[in-house]
């Protein structure tokens, strides 16, 4: 018998539930393996410490007290508070989340429907900032002047 397969059955060969053969087997090997037979003397002396524990009796009422304790938690978990209680912890977050999106959504939607005046300034300054405010004082007979006339009036013409 390898010593893998007899460490599975060790205790139950020290317990005596074992049938003659497997416990011939055992009985072999336990006498060729110092290692295995190192095992079953600990396993051995491990029962007998426990079989001389002194075995402790509960109350008794431990049963009364226990069927009273798990019945009253049961009693309590069942409360329309103890459920509200949950519905608030579950429902806290999700509120949460609601009023950020709703907040995202509502201030994208206010910035488009109500120019901003600081827009229209950076507006002003871009288009001043790369010359296109240039053309509002243009010398008078200017070939640029006399273009904007022709233009304007074809405008008028077309319109």
Request: proline share 4%; glycine share 6%.
């Amino acid at each position: 018998m390898k010593c893998k397969r007899l460490r599975r059955k060790l205790v139950a060969y020290l317990d005596g539930e074992l049938r003659e053969k497997q416990k011939l087997l055992i009985k072999k090997h336990l006498s060729q393996c110092a290692e295995c037979r190192k095992e079953a003397d600990l396993l051995n002396e491990s029962f007998c410490l426990l079989k001389g524990q002194e075995h402790l009796k509960p109350s008794e009422d431990f049963l009364a007290n226990l069927w009273e304790r798990i019945y009253s938690l049961e009693k309590r978990q069942l409360l329309p508070q103890a459920i509200f209680g949950r519905l608030v912890h579950a429902a806290l977050p999700a509120a949460v989340a609601a009023v950020l999106i709703i907040g995202v959504l509502v201030g994208s939607s206010v910035e488009k429907i109500i120019p901003s005046p600081t827009v229209k300034l950076k507006e002003e300054r871009y288009l001043t900032s790369i010359g296109l405010d240039s053309f509002q004082d243009l010398p008078t007979g200017s070939l640029p002047e006399i273009y904007l006339n022709l233009a304007s009036a074809e405008e008028v013409e077309n319109g």
